[in-house]
């Protein structure tokens, strides 16, 4: 059911409830104890004062004993009391009650009734009976304003003794016990009001704090966060906070740095297809001329710029099918050496190939020839000899190739990006006889592959491909 209350009349509501519950069962249960103990002293204390009444009415009895007992109860002051004379010939009744007006046929005890008389009109018959057989009962009498407690006991000589207690007074002292609990329950409410408000407003605060920095992540500041305090939920709501903000903003910048990656590929590309079109247009107007050695330059010019063309493509179409994640890996059984000799045997580069330990993988040999190549040519045309090619297959997880120059080395500030596509070691659009995604493709295919290709400088640069001898099931092209 949907909620028509903010968090903090909620949190109110709740928690005045849950006081206002406890304050009123907490007055019910103390009320009720409180009521059971004064009613236990009440009677109690009535008991003991009528067992005393009745040993001394006894003891007083002398000849006659009902002029004795009346003097006797006269002369007790606040004890309201009768007797029943059944020696005098009132019959007790088989059920039903006693009218108090024919209690007795003595007149002279008519003057004896006292308080309670005008307010308790007859008597249960069983308790008048159950004292005459020898018993002590005790009843609770209705009267108004309030009851009355009566005792009765036999005397002997046909003679009932019944005292009255007035519950009075236990009335108004339970009255003043429930205002007063009454009163302690709503002061605890109002108590609890205050708490929950101060509560409420303690809940709300980081909450609030929350949402509106949440808002202004919205609108695009990507750097809010905000301060820890304490280790509570709302700490762990704020912790959750600020590293969702954190991963939020991390994926935008990447996000951006990709667009810009993506412009800037865009218009390498088109730089790099705009040179050798633009030359090729160039040199098939001159193919008309009637100059043979002028022709045979513009076929070479024309060739030259339809292989780089051609070989532009063919790495656009790599890059393409590696973002793709379309790349196609055939694994099988390679040796590195053999692969390398090939590689250089390809390129035309003069190095000296080393090789310890088993140097047998398991990979795609077209695509680990093609990282062969791409570092060969790389050492060839931004290095120097001597050029020194390395297999350290002495490892048992792990083969290590490294192709080491000994020229310059790689500047500091290209370092970082090397690998990246169009990067170029002359850091110029100029028309070079590579097009900067040779190191870019080495590194897809390595990623293909599992491994890693890194480089550091050490008199001069040294690449380092790390392939693992077998391929791992959850290595895929990217």
């Known amino acids: 059911m949907r909620s028509y209350l903010g968090l903090r009349a909620r949190i109110t509501l709740v928690i005045v409830l849950i006081t206002t519950a406890t304050a009123t069962a907490v007055a019910v249960a103390a009320y009720r104890l409180q009521a059971e103990s004064i009613e236990g002293r009440f009677t109690a204390a009535a008991t003991v004062g009528f067992a005393s009444d009745l040993d001394q009415a006894r003891l007083r009895q002398s000849g006659d004993p009902l002029p004795s007992t009346v003097a006797y109860m006269r002369g007790r002051r606040g004890i309201d009391w009768a007797l029943f004379d059944f020696g005098q010939g009132v019959a007790a009744p088989v059920r039903g009650v006693y009218p108090m007006s024919g209690a007795t046929a003595t007149s002279d ?23 005459r057989r020898g018993g002590m009962p005790r009843a609770v009498l209705p009267a108004e304003p309030a009851s009355v407690l009566a005792f009765a006991a036999y005397l002997g000589s046909d003679i009932v003794l019944v005292e009255f207690y007035d519950l009075d007074g236990i009335r108004r002292e339970l009255e003043t016990l429930r205002r007063d609990l009454v009163l302690i329950a709503v002061v605890v409410a109002a108590v609890g009001l205050v708490a ?10 980081p909450v609030r704090r929350v949402a509106a920095a949440a808002r202004r992540l ?119 050496h053999a692969l390398l000799e090939d590689a250089i045997a390809v390129t035309g580069v003069r190095a000296e190939l080393r090789s310890t330990g088993e140097s047998t993988v398991t990979a795609d ?90 480089v550091h400088h050490a008199d001069g640069a040294v690449f380092t491909l790390i392939m693992p001898r077998e391929r791992r099931s959850g290595d895929a092209a990217r």
């Open 109 to 131: 005890l008519d003057s004896s009734y006292g308080r309670p008389l005008n307010r308790v009109r007859e008597l249960p018959a069983s308790l008048v009976d159950e004292a």
């Open 196 to 205: 929950a408000l101060l509560a409420a407003q303690a809940i709300q605060h």
């Open 218 to 336: 919205g609108q695009g500041e990507l750097g809010v966060r905000l301060p820890v305090r304490g280790r509570d939920e709302l700490a762990d709501l704020t912790r959750s906070f600020n590293t969702m903000a954190g991963r939020l903003g991390e994926s935008i910048e990447e996000l951006t740095a990709k667009d810009r990656q993506q412009r800037q590929f865009i218009a390498n590309v088109t730089h790099d297809l705009r040179t050798p079109v633009a030359a090729m247009i160039a040199v098939v107007d001159s193919l008309d001329e009637a100059d043979a050695e002028t022709r045979s330059r513009s076929a070479r010019l024309l060739g030259t710029q339809s292989r780089r063309l051609a070989k532009l493509v063919e790495d656009l179409l790599e890059i393409s099918r590696f973002d793709a994640g379309a790349a196609d890996l055939r694994p099988e059984p390679v040796d590195l």
């Open 365 to 454: 040999p077209r695509r680990l020839h093609t990282i062969a190549c791409n570092l060969l040519a790389n050492a060839m045309h931004h290095g120097a000899e001597p050029i020194t090619v390395t297999i350290d297959g002495t490892e048992g997880e792990r083969v290590v190739l490294r192709v080491a120059d000994s020229g310059p080395g790689v500047p500091p500030d290209l370092a970082p990006i090397l690998f990246d596509r169009f990067v170029r070691g002359d850091r110029s659009r100029a028309a070079t006889e590579g097009n900067g995604l040779g190191l870019a493709i080495a590194r897809e295919n390595a990623l293909a592959h599992g491994a890693s290709l890194e």
